[in-house]
């Protein structure tokens, strides 16, 4: 009898300990390896007092204090990186988040639910990758979840990772009032909120285009508006000419990275207005194989017209984003195109570099 019991025992234990390393093994496949960020409107500075993503659990991860919006940036880009907690953390289900918009003299502030089925869905499915280390084909998945913050209350989150960048949520944030002794920190903080500032608007580049322009309210909702769009490249060419990778970025911050094996079968899906456009060729000249690159950056008043003319005001209908590359390999011109229509886009930048291969 004794000798069964030691038996038992032995098997129970076992079966507990089998449990536990599986209920670890579970939870461990549902964390991942990401970190906070944070994202601001360029000359729309502000400063966050509080960034702050709450588990299921209670557990929260917090970012430090920063300013963002300053030039130099665009909108979903991260500014305040950094790498906090442990390596592999769960997916949030809750995010608080307070700031100081400079260019309004107002804080903000909320509390948020996160759609954490729809966030981890995407993290567990990432995207067909390639690791040229090894040369083999990987599955690569999100790295950050960035928060942006806008006039008037705007709150934006983004999942970020190597090449691709999508919107995952929007929220409102309510107008609030903080003490600035303990925004600063300090017990023996003197300066009003309107003081601090104004100390902090001496940027001219800011100050003249909030004469100019003042605060666009609702802008950054209008980018969040999505298109049945795809791009399509042309060249005046004899010889076959091959494209690599295709980078496309999205005035709602969103980013969109197409490999050289997915170019030829580019279809048409749901994309926002294109901020930017970046991408690379080579064929054959002249007996030797000859490399290209093209950047183009767009203007977003052109932009938002030229949508408005090929989509209408219900945003229906499917369209192209066409660059045509001349025989020279020295000149391209781009149109949006849709529904027997064409606009040609002229207040574009870029340029066209030749790479040796």
């Known amino acids: 009898m004794r000798n069964i019991f030691l038996i038992c025992s032995i098997l129970l234990s076992c079966c507990f300990a089998s449990c536990q390393n599986l209920t670890k093994k579970t939870m461990d496949q549902e964390k991942f390896d ?12 502000m400063e966050y007092s509080m960034l702050s993503f709450v588990n299921a659990d209670s557990t929260s991860i917090s ?7 300053y030039k130099g940036s665009q909108w979903g880009d991260n500014v305040a990186s950094v790498q906090v907690g442990d390596d592999l953390k769960a997916i949030p289900v809750r995010l608080n988040v307070t700031w100081l918009s400079y260019t309004e003299d107002q804080f903000y502030t909320g509390s948020f639910v996160l759609p954490h089925d729809k966030i981890l869905t995407l993290f567990k499915k990432g995207w067909p990758d390639f690791d040229y280390g090894i040369n083999k084909p990987i599955t690569s998945t999100f790295k950050e979840i960035i928060v942006g913050m806008a006039p008037g209350g705007m709150v934006v989150v ?15 944030a309510h107008k609030t009032d903080v003490d600035m002794k303990e925004f600063s920190g300090r017990s023996d903080y003197k300066f009003t909120r309107t003081q601090y500032t104004k100390d902090q608007l001496k940027d001219t580049v800011i100050t003249d285009n909030l004469a100019k322009n003042g605060i666009p309210y609702g802008l950054w ?25 295709i980078v496309m970025n999205f005035l709602n911050g969103e980013q969109e990275e197409i490999d050289s094996a997915g170019v030829t079968k580019i279809e ?3 994309r926002a207005r294109i901020r930017s456009l970046n991408f690379n060729w080579s064929l054959q000249l002249g007996g030797k194989k000859q490399g290209f690159q093209l950047g183009i950056t767009f203007e977003p008043a052109e932009i938002v017209k030229a949508y408005e003319e090929i989509y209408g005001k219900d945003n229906k209908g499917q369209g192209e984003l066409l660059v045509q590359i001349n025989r020279g390999n020295d000149h391209y011109q781009v ?18 570099y030749s790479q040796n291969n």
């Open 158 to 172: 983004w999942l970020s990772g190597a090449g691709h960048q999508v919107d995952v949520a929007s929220f409102k």
């Open 268 to 270: 048409y899906t749901d």
């Open 335 to 352: 149109f949006l195109q849709g529904d027997n229509k064409k606009v040609e886009l002229v207040k574009t930048q870029g340029e066209i």
């Open 63 to 69: 970012s430090p204090t920063a300013s963002v919006g």
């Open 34 to 45: 990401w970190n906070p960020g944070a994202a601001g409107v360029p000359n729309y500075p």
């Open 221 to 245: 909702d209008k980018y969040r508006e999505h298109f049945s769009m795809r791009p399509k490249i042309v060249f005046d060419q004899h010889e076959p000419v091959k494209i690599g990778t």
